[in-house]
């Protein structure tokens, strides 16, 4: 009977690569068993702002108590968009930025939300024209928001316009106190001394550009021509109050007078 022949270099070879992945399975396990220890448990959460910029509105406090039992995992396992995701649910927090610090700590950079007036009924609105909700208690006392209110999704165009509002009344010394689109995307506007202003309906409204960068130059026209004749208007009431003006017209505007006081 024929001999069984016996590849040697094919033996040696396998036990070659059983050893490897001996090796490996050890190593595993005892990487493994390395990261389940206490030592690495994420434990230190450290919070500072972005560009190392001083935080106004978030308090460590704040972020604390919205993670708290909410992390999951250790340095190595923790999800890092989770994280981020969990922290930005945090009182004031706009964005947020998370990495590891070895050996138990995670870095957190915040963006903090900047206010630029306050947003329908409960919420406040930011300089990027987003909505969000936010302890109002933390605002340094005196500061003064406008109010502002739209339809929902037109936040941009309303911060949009308001900007443009606040360019053209600024030499008229006075600022604006309530800015008000209607669902049918007409302006309101309320001046720091009382006066309203009918501006009507935004052009934007009818080409379907929430952004407000379409028909911007018909809205200014009215309040051109508003500002342009204010000194001289003033000059001719003689010490009478305007109440409100409606800018709706095409080639002027209309003004209604707030009524006499009676003299003594």
Same mark, same amino acid.
């Given at each position: ?6 590849? &040697? ?10 050893? =490897? ?17 206490? &030592?690495?448990?994420?434990? *230190? ?13 978030? @308090? ?5 108590? *919205?993670?708290? +039992?909410?992390?999951? +995992? ?9 994280? %981020? ?22 870095? =957190? ?8 007036? &306050? #947003? ?6 930011? @300089? #990027? +024209? ?12 005196? $500061?003064?928001? !406008? ?11 309303v911060v949009q316009r308001y900007a443009e509002v606040t360019q053209w009344l600024t030499p008229l010394g006075v600022s ?6 209607? !669902?049918? &995307? ?7 001394? +009382?006066?309203r202003l009918q501006l009507g309906r935004d052009p934007a409204a009818d080409i379907a550009d929430l952004h407000g960068t379409s ?16 000194? *001289? ?6 010490? %009478? @109050? ?16 707030? !009524?006499?006081?009676? $003299?003594?």
């Open positions: 009977m024929p001999l069984l022949s016996v590849n &040697y270099r094919w033996l040696n070879q396998l036990a070659n690569g059983l050893a =490897v992945l001996a090796v490996i399975a050890i190593v595993t396990s005892a990487l493994l068993w390395l990261a389940r220890l206490p &030592y690495f448990v994420v434990d *230190t959460v450290k919070i500072e702002g972005v560009n190392n910029e001083a935080l106004v509105y978030v @308090t460590p406090d704040a972020v604390h108590a *919205t993670i708290a +039992g909410q992390l999951k +995992g250790n340095f190595f396992s923790i999800n890092l968009d989770e994280s %981020r995701a969990l922290l930005e649910k945090a009182p004031w927090v706009r964005r947020a930025q998370v990495r590891r610090v070895w050996p138990n700590t995670l870095q =957190v950079k915040i963006e903090e939300q900047q206010p630029l007036a &306050y #947003w329908n009924e409960s919420d406040m609105i930011n @300089t #990027w +024209g987003e909505p969000f909700a936010a302890n109002e208690a933390v605002i340094v006392e005196g $500061t003064f928001l !406008p109010q502002l209110r739209g339809p929902a999704n037109s936040e941009r165009l604006i106190q309530q800015l008000n689109l209607s !669902p049918r &995307y007409a302006w309101e506007v309320v001046l720091s001394d +009382g006066i028909g911007a130059i018909d809205f200014a026209a009215r309040l051109e021509r508003f500002v342009q004749a204010w000194p *001289t208007l003033h000059e001719r009431l003689d010490g %009478r @109050t305007i109440q409100s003006a409606d800018l709706r017209y095409s080639n002027g505007f209309a003004i209604s007078l707030a !009524p006499l006081k009676p $003299t003594e």
